[in-house]
């Protein structure tokens, strides 16, 4: 993928949760309460000055479309069983406590958009209970399974007002999520804009709105795909700043169309063609990626795979067990 950083993107969808949502696979309570530092307490959220970056991208190169995505072999074609990653054994890694004792939040939100990329960018479409449109991009993200199709939004706790997208999702229960496209950046770059509450960010894009089938909001009708949906449940997790607000939450969104535009779609309706597609992903700060090429590794299966690579890799990997001396071990 291919970077670029065309226009500011305000970081405003950052979602500061406490829970390591990967490490339990129980529930836990979103009212369970933390105890936390009175330094932790005190931090304040830290104001950060944009305005030197303005119009630096007019100092960058041109913007080269590409007219096809090229496909090429993986990095290492001849890659064996057991092999690992040659060299990079032994790099030096710094262990860092995101609860440290005066340590600014805002640098764990730099540190994960930074580190966790490329995101994918839902343009999510929402109405209030009085009827007022709001469309907003969202780099936390995902869709996390396929039956039945569910998806996630990451909200950042916010001190003067929720976000009008989460507060939408809660009076009406609807939303629809609108993969973004390389033509769609700078439209969707201007719905980020905090304007307020009841002003439609529709008519400040340009973006056309479509009528959706089982949801009030409209779709963008530019966007090669889109996800009518449902809200079945947010869930709140206390942040370590009363500052910004009481919690940050995740929004559990459950499909009820799709919608892929007639040029990107197969005759089984079962895939979208790439280079129709051309999704956009964020990265850290202002900087986002394009896709030019791919690579293609096929997956494989145990009996064929494994087996036949050798019977000592094949013991080894059965009584590998944990070895390591550190605290975790006595756990």
């Known amino acids: 993928m291919q970077s670029f950083s065309p226009l500011l993107w305000r970081p405003a969808f950052i979602s500061e949760s406490r829970r390591n949502l990967c490490a339990t696979a129980r529930r836990i309570p979103a009212n369970m309460n933390r105890s936390f530092s009175s330094s932790q307490h005190n931090q304040s959220t830290p104001k950060v000055d944009y305005s030197s970056l ?17 496909v090429t072999k993986p990095g290492k074609p001849d890659w064996k069983w057991g092999e690992g990653v040659k060299g990079k054994q032994d790099q030096s890694q710094v262990e860092i406590d995101p609860f440290e004792e005066g340590r600014p939040m805002f640098h764990n939100y730099t540190l994960l958009v930074s580190g966790i990329a490329p995101r994918p960018i839902g343009l999510v479409s929402t109405v209030s209970k009085e009827g007022k449109l709001n469309l907003a991009p969202f780099s936390y993200f995902q869709v996390v399974d396929h039956d039945p199709p569910v998806f996630v939004i990451g909200f950042s706790g916010r001190a003067n007002r929720p976000k009008d997208t989460l507060r939408n999702l809660e009076e009406t229960g609807e939303c629809v999520l609108n993969i973004v496209s ?32 089982t949801v009030k909001p409209p779709r963008v009708k530019e966007s090669v795909m889109s996800i009518e949906g449902k809200l079945t449940e947010v869930v709140n997790y206390k942040t370590s700043r009363p500052s910004v607000g009481p919690h940050s939450s995740l929004a559990i969104i459950e499909a009820t169309r ?29 900087s986002y990626a394009r896709i030019t090429d791919i690579f293609e590794l096929p997956r494989t299966n145990w009996a064929t795979a494994v087996e036949k690579s050798g019977s000592e890799l094949l013991d080894v990997a059965k009584e590998e067990t944990t070895e390591s001396d550190g605290p975790m071990s006595k756990l």
Do not use: C
């Not at 033509?183 to 959706?212: C, F, H, Q, R």
């Not at 919608?259 to 051309?278: C, F, G, M, P």
């Open 54 to 70: 303005g119009g630096t991208e007019k100092n960058l190169p041109d913007w080269k479309p590409e007219s096809t995505i090229s």
């Open 182 to 213: 390389e033509d769609m950046i700078e439209a969707v770059n201007a719905t980020s804009v905090d304007a307020p509450y009841g002003t439609s960010e529709w008519s400040l894009s340009g973006l056309t709105k479509s009528d959706s089938t």
């Open 258 to 286: 799709f919608w892929v535009a007639e040029n990107a779609i197969d005759e089984k309706r079962s895939h979208v063609d790439l280079n129709v597609l051309r999704p956009i992903g964020q990265l850290g700060g202002v």
